[in-house]
């Protein structure tokens, strides 16, 4: 008979690592307990599917008996198809989150004119300065005469063009615009300041007074730019008169703050 350690260096010789004599031998070392249980089978896992670990084997298992088959778990194929189906519906349950839609730049063109004590921030329609004989210039003057301010009023630096950049990454989007224009308008004040600002066409009233159409005829406190009044475009009293009568009513109303009076 083989003692224990010369049957271990036989079996290492053979490349034995793992033996279960069919009897019980004399003179042998008890076996462990976990070596006398078959390892699971290995299960192969679909695409992109999880891999399934194989169950844990207690340690203080029982040892099986000669000429009994331990019974081993193997994992059903549909555990498997539903824990890979899991991370595709987690996937296609997460919420879609939406890019920030890029607004493009607004366009117009502003011209700053002085007559006497006001300032006038006016839209150029067609984005060129005004000319002596267009129709729309020639509306300003009369409105002038009947503000009782001079009908030649002085053109304040270069008109203002937005967006400024054709190309480059600048943001010109509208609240970069308000800034620019109030800036603009900013600093003509400290050179000169005014009693009123006239805010004529919507450009004009969006960007420097921060309002829209419903404000037209109406005073706007602005901050840094003072007391502006919102007026509808050259172009928009000319294509619709009517509206110069709500033009003649809310001058006759604010006509004191320019015009001294006569006592």
Not at 13 to 20: E, F, S, T
Not at 220 to 227: A, D, I, K, Y
Request: proline share 12%; aromatic share 6%.
């Amino acid at each position: 008979m083989l003692i224990e350690s010369r049957r271990r260096a036989y079996l290492n010789a053979m490349q034995v690592v793992h033996w279960l004599p069919r009897t019980e031998l004399p003179f042998a070392a008890p076996s462990r307990p976990e070596l006398l249980l078959p390892l699971a089978p290995e299960v192969l896992p679909e695409f992109d599917a999880p891999q399934v670990e194989p169950a844990r084997v207690a340690v203080n298992a029982p040892v099986a008996r000669s000429g009994e088959r331990p019974k081993i778990e193997i994992p059903r194929p549909g555990s498997t198809a539903k824990a890979a189906s899991k991370p595709v519906e987690e996937a296609e349950a997460a919420p879609v989150v939406a890019r920030p839609v890029a607004v493009p730049p607004p366009r117009f063109a502003l011209q700053l004119l002085r007559a006497g004590s006001c300032l006038l921030l006016v839209e150029l329609a067609t984005g060129q300065p005004f000319q002596s004989r267009d129709p729309s210039y020639l509306l300003l003057k009369d409105m002038l005469r009947a503000a009782g301010l001079p009908d030649s009023p002085q053109i304040v630096g270069e008109p203002v063009r937005w967006p400024l950049l054709v190309r480059g990454n600048l943001d010109q989007g509208p609240q970069a615009a308000t800034d620019f224009v109030q800036g603009f308008i900013q600093a003509r004040l400290e050179e000169a300041p005014c009693v009123c600002l006239w805010l004529i066409g919507l450009p004009a009233v969006r960007f420097a007074g921060e309002a829209d159409a419903e404000a037209y005829y109406r005073e706007l406190p602005v901050e840094g730019l003072g007391t502006a009044w919102a007026l509808p475009g050259l172009e928009l009293l000319m294509d619709e008169p009517q509206r110069k009568a709500d033009v003649w009513q809310a001058m006759r109303r604010l006509m004191a703050r320019w015009k001294p009076s006569d006592e």
